[in-house]
């Protein structure tokens, strides 16, 4: 009877070992895909104007504007001057999802800023104070956001210019 040397035997058994493993690799190729995109820029086309407004307008009257600028004023505070929604011109890579979001808002002495609403191109208004996403598609490169607020009375105007602010904040989703 032959027997096998320690060296046969040790080929034999990698031999078998790399049979295995050879039976249960796999391999896959993975793609790593990016989309490149211009930065966003915004650029400031008129302030939301709320117009000339009664000094005696008391504590929680309301005067509001929408996107088309069509003013609600209940309690008769607005007494000329000009009434507008404020537009931002959004400049993004077309066909690229946005968020939109308006934050840190500065209410003017007298008032507070609330309620805001935005409309982006030619889309429909919609609540921005949260976040507004804004789909990817046929969404444009270029186009007007529009945005409009609430502004309640505080009951503590006095007469002269009460400028409050807000940051629009635009980013890819």
Same mark, same amino acid.
């Given at each position: 009877?032959? &027997?096998?040397?320690?060296?046969?035997?040790?080929?034999?058994?990698?031999?078998?070992?790399?049979? /295995?493993?050879?039976?249960?690799?796999?391999?896959?190729?993975?793609?790593?895909?990016?989309?490149?995109?211009?930065?966003? &820029?915004?650029? +400031?086309?008129?302030?939301?104007?709320?117009?000339?407004?009664?000094?005696?307008?008391?504590?929680? +009257?309301?005067?509001?504007?929408?996107?088309?600028?069509?003013?609600?004023?209940?309690? /008769?505070?607005?007494?000329?001057?000009?009434?507008?929604?404020? +537009?931002?011109?959004? /400049?993004?890579?077309?066909?690229?999802?946005?968020?939109?979001?308006?934050?840190?808002?500065?209410?003017?002495?007298?008032?507070?800023?609330?309620?805001?609403?935005?409309?982006?191109?030619?889309?429909? +208004?919609? =609540?921005?104070?949260?976040?507004?996403?804004? =789909?990817?598609?046929?969404?444009?490169?270029?186009?007007?956001?529009?945005?409009?607020?609430?502004?309640?009375?505080?009951?503590?105007?006095?007469?002269?210019?009460?400028?409050?602010?807000?940051?629009?904040?635009?980013?890819?989703?």
């Amino acid at each position: 009877m032959k &027997t096998l040397s320690n060296v046969t035997k040790i080929a034999l058994t990698l031999a078998a070992v790399s049979i /295995t493993s050879q039976a249960f690799a796999e391999t896959e190729s993975v793609d790593a895909n990016v989309t490149w995109v211009d930065p966003i &820029t915004l650029v +400031e086309v008129n302030a939301l104007n709320f117009g000339m407004l009664d000094v005696n307008a008391l504590n929680t +009257e309301v005067v509001a504007i929408d996107t088309a600028d069509a003013v609600t004023d209940t309690n /008769t505070n607005v007494v000329g001057g000009t009434q507008e929604a404020a +537009e931002v011109t959004v /400049t993004a890579t077309a066909g690229s999802a946005i968020n939109i979001l308006i934050d840190t808002v500065v209410d003017g002495a007298g008032y507070a800023l609330s309620g805001f609403v935005c409309k982006y191109d030619v889309g429909v +208004e919609a =609540a921005c104070d949260s976040n507004l996403a804004i =789909a990817g598609g046929s969404v444009v490169s270029s186009g007007p956001l529009l945005i409009g607020a609430s502004l309640t009375a505080d009951g503590t105007a006095v007469a002269g210019a009460a400028n409050g602010s807000f940051v629009v904040n635009v980013d890819y989703q």
